[in-house]
């Protein structure tokens, strides 16, 4: 094989072949001496080696074993707490412990008869139910109240079976359909509505379900952080429930009317329908949000019950 002329070629792991052959080596100088000889043993085994010469670097001899050195006497105890301190110590620390244990033991208690902190005379303990307990509760008073052009929420009152929604829910109409919790379509009728508290309430052609108890408390006796929770049917979802908190009770609304603001999330179709307490009361009837979206950010608004009760009383 002959190899054209150009470029030499680059190989990785090999040797190009137009590299030059290898030059002579060249020959040994003169005048260096000769090499000496390697020692020769018999049998091609190493030469003994020369025993150690003695010097300073060698080792001393081992003393010969004799009788076991004297014992180092113990120094003296420093002078310290004495006897009846330490034993006073002891029985401090056991009655600290003790105290701390009966403290733990309180903390970690879970025994419902165990006797509880009272809560202090200006700050009374929100009173209720199980949270679970409160929902179920009421839910069977919450039913859905559709129109021509939509739909909202509405929530039946005790004693005489009225419903109670907001006035924009029905604004315009005289008849208008409740769906009720367990899924029944009733007739009802609009017998009273305020646009300026955005209240309306409507009779209903048959029972409509059990009725809510309003709050009888000067606005529910809510507090700012009082657990709250709506039932409504937000985009047509009936009976959907959103718990939150009270954030102020005393804010006020569009037209000036004073509302109740919570964080309990608020969507469309949850308007005219319950804001409830711990104990399953209707403290509050959901009216609007406010929000850049069509949809909640925690800032909703509901008409306080003793406007509802003012709209109650006022139907024959």
Request: positive net charge.
């Amino acid at each position: 094989m002959s190899l054209e002329a150009g470029p030499t070629p680059r190989y990785k792991g090999h040797v190009a072949p137009t590299l030059p052959p290898l030059s002579p080596r060249p020959p040994r100088p003169e005048g260096l001496p000769p090499l000496g000889e390697r020692p020769r043993t018999e049998g091609g085994a190493l030469p003994p080696l020369d025993p150690r010469p003695p010097g300073p670097r060698g080792l001393p001899p081992r003393p010969a074993a004799g009788p076991p050195a004297p014992a180092i006497p113990r120094r003296g105890r420093r002078r310290g707490i004495g006897g009846g301190a330490v034993a006073g110590l002891v029985a401090m620390a056991l009655v600290a412990g003790g105290a701390a244990g009966a403290v733990v033991a309180t903390v970690l208690d879970d025994d419902p008869t165990a006797p509880r902190v009272p809560a202090t005379p200006d700050r009374p303990a929100q009173p209720g139910l199980p949270l679970q307990d409160a929902i179920s509760s009421v839910e069977p008073s919450v039913v859905q109240v559709r129109v021509a052009g939509g739909q909202g929420s509405g929530v039946v009152t005790a004693p005489r079976g009225l419903i109670v929604t907001n006035e924009h829910v029905v604004s315009g109409e005289r008849r208008v359909v409740v769906v009720t919790a367990d899924r029944r379509r009733i007739g009802a009728e609009v017998v009273r509505a305020d646009a300026r508290s955005d209240l309306a309430i409507l009779r209903p052609d048959a029972a409509a379900g059990p009725g809510a108890v309003l709050a009888p408390e000067p606005d529910a006796n809510l507090r700012s952080g009082d657990t709250v929770f709506a039932i409504g049917s937000p985009f047509g979802l009936l009976n959907t429930v959103t718990v939150g908190v009270v954030s102020s009770v005393n804010r006020r609304g569009s037209r000036g009317q004073p509302v109740i603001q919570t964080d309990a999330p608020i969507n469309p179709g949850n308007s005219g329908g319950g804001l409830f307490d711990l104990r399953g009361r209707l403290v509050g009837v959901p009216t609007s949000i406010d929000s850049p979206i069509r949809g909640n950010v925690g800032i909703g608004f509901a008409v306080p019950v003793e406007r509802v009760r003012t709209m109650l009383d006022a139907v024959p």
